[in-house]
């Protein structure tokens, strides 16, 4: 039998994913000394803010059908193991030992973006309806503007 996730519980995911990648952004601006580079590194904390305020917002106008969960699950273990995935993926494997450069910070920040969109682009398929793939599209161009914002600043610092 297919795993099928509503759309309410893949933005829940995405949110905290957003979540534990604006933690990663602040950490490693505590880490170098240059004021730009910590402007920038806060700059990427809060357009993951601003991000999680999009997911949360697409989250409460969704439609009680979309937020209905017609799996049998009394011990809750599919809400489990989706925290537990967007908890242990991502960012959280993007350990900081405190001696990285900005440009070694970006590297990590880039693969982990990288590897959210292909994260939600695998979800997106096993999302049941089209209203809810629309939206798992909405996620995926957020994280690929994301992406696109740290390549340029890749180029920049480089």
């Given at each position: 039998?297919?795993?099928?996730f509503?759309?309410?519980?893949?933005?829940?995911?995405?949110?905290?994913i957003?979540?534990?990648?604006?933690?990663?952004?602040?950490?490693?601006s505590a880490i170098?000394?240059d004021?730009?580079?910590?402007?920038?590194?806060?700059?990427?904390?809060?357009q993951?803010?601003?991000?999680?305020?999009?997911?949360?917002g697409?989250?409460?106008?969704?439609?009680?059908?979309?937020?209905?969960?017609?799996?049998?699950?009394?011990?809750?273990?599919?809400?489990?193991?989706?925290?537990?995935?967007?908890?242990?993926?991502?960012?959280?494997?993007?350990?900081?030992?405190?001696?990285?450069?900005?440009?070694?910070?970006?590297?990590?920040?880039?693969?982990?973006?990288?590897?959210?969109?292909?994260?939600?682009?695998?979800?997106?398929?096993?999302?049941?309806?089209?209203?809810?793939?629309?939206?798992?599209?909405?996620v995926?161009?957020?994280?690929?503007?994301?992406?696109?914002?740290?390549i340029?600043?890749?180029?920049?610092?480089?």
């Amino acid at each position: 039998m297919p795993i099928k996730f509503n759309i309410d519980e893949v933005l829940e995911m995405a949110c905290q994913i957003e979540r534990n990648g604006a933690k990663f952004y602040r950490e490693a601006s505590a880490i170098v000394s240059d004021t730009q580079e910590i402007d920038l590194l806060q700059k990427l904390a809060e357009q993951e803010d601003q991000h999680l305020e999009v997911f949360e917002g697409m989250r409460q106008h969704l439609s009680a059908a979309e937020k209905e969960d017609d799996t049998y699950d009394p011990y809750d273990e599919a809400a489990l193991y989706l925290q537990a995935m967007a908890d242990s993926n991502i960012f959280d494997d993007k350990e900081l030992s405190g001696d990285e450069t900005l440009g070694e910070i970006f590297k990590l920040a880039l693969q982990a973006e990288k590897d959210s969109v292909a994260f939600y682009v695998g979800l997106k398929e096993m999302v049941p309806d089209e209203a809810g793939k629309e939206k798992m599209s909405a996620v995926i161009r957020e994280e690929m503007s994301h992406i696109r914002w740290i390549i340029d600043e890749l180029k920049r610092s480089s």
